[in-house]
């Protein structure tokens, strides 16, 4: 079966660069959200989006920005890039949320390492 | 401030016995709640879930317990197996507030089960 995918599964970038991460849900899904974990701590959520519009929103940088595409596809750009924002960023999908009973299935993470 | 907690870092168990992980969680909004195995540097994959209207859900060898009154949830797997050793991660949502809303991890239990 058809999982989420994300890419690329890593990146490496300088202070200052930008890096654009990209997610593909499971085909039919309409949620997508972002999630960051930093070496040994628990995935802090950033964002999600519902039918192609911002759903919630966590503790997202005003440096980052995302959006989710009209093919539920969603990507996540990065801006001046820090030290601190090294880390493995998950994209989950669901379909229709958390709602009703839907779970929320996990890409393989892109780990970003920024010199 | 974390709303949802799993007060241990690490369990052993031996092959054959009981895993019981534990997670305890502060906001009484939260009504869906699930639990994910995580690999390092792998993405979280989904165990089971459990929604609030029930107190209890089996998938196999795991099942999930809520305790509602205790803000309380335990994952039980029976039997354990090597091939459960893995850091176990409990998260709570809440759908109250429309789709897409982020689901709040708690902070991992690593589960070595012994041969």
């Known amino acids: 079966a058809a999982g989420v995918i994300q890419s690329p599964r890593h990146l490496i970038k300088e202070k200052r660069e930008t890096a654009t991460l990209k997610c593909y849900p499971i085909p039919r899904h309409d949620t997508v959200y972002w999630y960051q974990q930093g070496p040994g701590q628990d995935p802090q959520f950033l964002i999600s989006?519902?039918?192609?519009?911002?759903?919630d929103k966590g503790s997202i940088p005003d440096r980052f920005s995302a959006q989710q595409f009209s093919d539920y596809h969603s990507e996540l750009n990065m801006s001046s890039l820090e030290l601190g924002d090294s880390a493995l960023y998950f994209c989950?999908?669901?379909?229709?949320?958390?709602?009703?009973?839907?779970?929320?299935?996990f890409g393989q993470g892109t780990r970003l390492t920024v010199v | 401030d974390q709303q949802v907690k799993q007060n241990s870092p690490s369990l052993s168990v031996q092959e054959g016995r009981i895993s019981i992980l534990n997670c305890d969680y502060t906001n009484s909004m939260f009504d869906y709640f699930l639990w994910y195995k995580k690999y390092p540097a792998e993405g979280p994959t989904f165990l089971i879930s459990i929604s609030s209207i029930k107190d209890k859900n089996e998938d196999g060898r795991f099942t999930v317990f809520l305790n509602k009154s205790a803000k309380h949830l335990s994952l039980h797997i029976v039997p354990s197996q090597p091939g459960d050793s893995a850091v176990y991660f409990c998260a709570a949502s809440s759908s109250g507030f429309g789709t897409g809303n982020q689901f709040y991890f708690g902070t991992g239990t690593s589960l070595t089960v012994i041969p």
């Open positions: 989950a999908s669901s379909l229709g949320g958390l709602q009703g009973g839907t779970e929320a299935f």
């Open positions: 989006f519902y039918e192609k519009m911002q759903s």
